[in-house]
């Protein structure tokens, strides 16, 4: 816990960095689509939309958009730097089920509210401080999260 905790402000520095470095590109805000939790899980893909496994590997390896990469391992070929300090993702399928992964990276402080992962599809109102370009939207849109979500479950 004290490494965790130790390494939270290098996270959090590194991500408001990369965040802020693609910020003036940022698309305009999208309606935001309310999501409901089940059972530790989110079945419903956000938005009803589908999700692109390709797209979704280069979402979770993009230090502007994802960047997975920063805190876990992942099986993308040419990738030799990753971060070790949350739980590797090779074989996350095996593990969880869709629903259950939605969950996680729509906002994983529904299952740990101390959780350092940033809810990349939380409710805007609930972001404390964000960044000006980041009022009223969320780390990622809608789209780009079922596209994550598409990439993960072929980890098996």
């Known amino acids: 816990m004290k490494i965790v905790m130790a390494l939270l402000p290098l996270v959090f520095a590194y991500s408001s960095v990369a965040l802020s470095a693609d910020a003036g590109t940022l698309p305009p805000p999208e309606k935001y689509c309310q999501w409901e939790m089940s059972n530790y899980s989110i079945t419903a893909p956000l938005c009803g939309l589908k999700g692109d496994a390709a797209r979704g590997k280069l979402i979770v390896s993009d230090g502007h958009k994802g960047n997975c990469l920063a805190c876990h391992q992942l099986p993308i070929d040419g990738v030799e730097a990753y971060g070790t300090i949350a739980p590797p993702l090779a074989g996350i399928s095996n593990r969880m089920n869709e629903a259950q992964l939605r ?16 809810g990349f599809y939380r409710d805007p109102k609930l972001i404390n401080r964000p960044a000006k370009a980041y009022e009223g939207r969320t780390f990622l849109q809608a789209q780009e999260v079922e596209d994550v979500i598409a990439y993960l479950v072929t980890l098996k």
Not at 105 to 118: E, G, T
């Open 103 to 118: 969950l996680r990276v729509v906002d994983s402080r529904n299952l740990n509210p101390m959780s350092i992962m940033p």
